[in-house]
């Protein structure tokens, strides 16, 4: 009896991740057709305040820590000081690049990533390369599903977590999967998106640097 509810259990998850497989793919084309006047307003927006590029491109860690590029639109402009370095995040978001991250506008470019299969619609979110040899070893285990454009951390604090809190709820996902739990998560996400929380960390124009776990 065990080894046919185990056969079974593989049976389900197997099928489960076919049918989100196959959901991503069609989800993210039908959004990209229909959300595209949108996206190229935003995009002529951008430009106007800020110049080229419109998107924001950055090598990503996904699913088994393999680098994809990530798509967002541009929050902030390239301004530097006398001695040619970046200014700090807070002071290059622009005030359309706010209203963009409030309202999550500054994400629909990820659907192409979605659509290309290097991310879903929910899972961990997709952090910096520089990140990776700072993990420990359950910290990375996040790296076993694919990436989402939102995720359990998203709808439980967003920014406002500490990091160890993100890991946390990160692995709790990775272990606790489901069709039913993806689909909580997108709608506790919509939620959290007209009530526009956790947006950014105090003193940031999102969230601190992660620094390893023994110099948090």
């Not at 998850?13 to 006047?37: E, G, Q, R």
């Not at 800020?50 to 929050?75: E, L």
């Not at 909580?184 to 969230?207: C, E």
């Amino acid at each position: 009896m065990n080894s046919k509810y185990h056969q079974l259990d593989i049976f389900t998850k197997t099928f489960s991740k076919l049918v989100k497989y196959i959901s991503d793919k069609f989800v993210a084309a039908i959004a990209l057709l229909i959300l595209s006047p949108i996206m190229v307003i935003i995009a002529i927006a951008i430009y106007i305040r800020m110049g080229s590029p419109v998107i924001f491109a950055q090598p990503r860690p996904g699913k088994n820590a393999h680098i994809f590029t990530f798509y967002k639109f541009r929050t902030m402009t390239n301004e530097c000081d006398a001695e040619g370095n970046l200014l700090p995040d807070e002071k290059r978001l622009t005030t359309f690049g706010q209203f963009l991250r409030k309202t999550s506008l500054d994400e629909l470019p990820q659907l192409w990533n979605v659509l290309k299969g290097d991310m879903s619609f929910v899972g961990p979110r997709p952090l910096l390369v520089r990140y990776l040899n700072r993990y420990t070893p359950e910290q990375a285990r996040r790296h076993e599903v694919k990436p989402g454009i939102t995720g359990l951390t998203q709808v439980k604090g967003r920014n406002t977590l500490a990091w160890k809190q993100k890991f946390q709820l990160d692995i709790w996902y990775v272990d606790n999967w489901s069709l039913w739990l993806d689909f909580k998560i997108i709608i506790l996400t919509v939620f959290k998106v007209i009530k526009q929380d956790g947006i950014n960390q105090d003193g940031y124009a999102t969230a601190a640097e992660f620094k390893g776990e023994l110099q948090q």
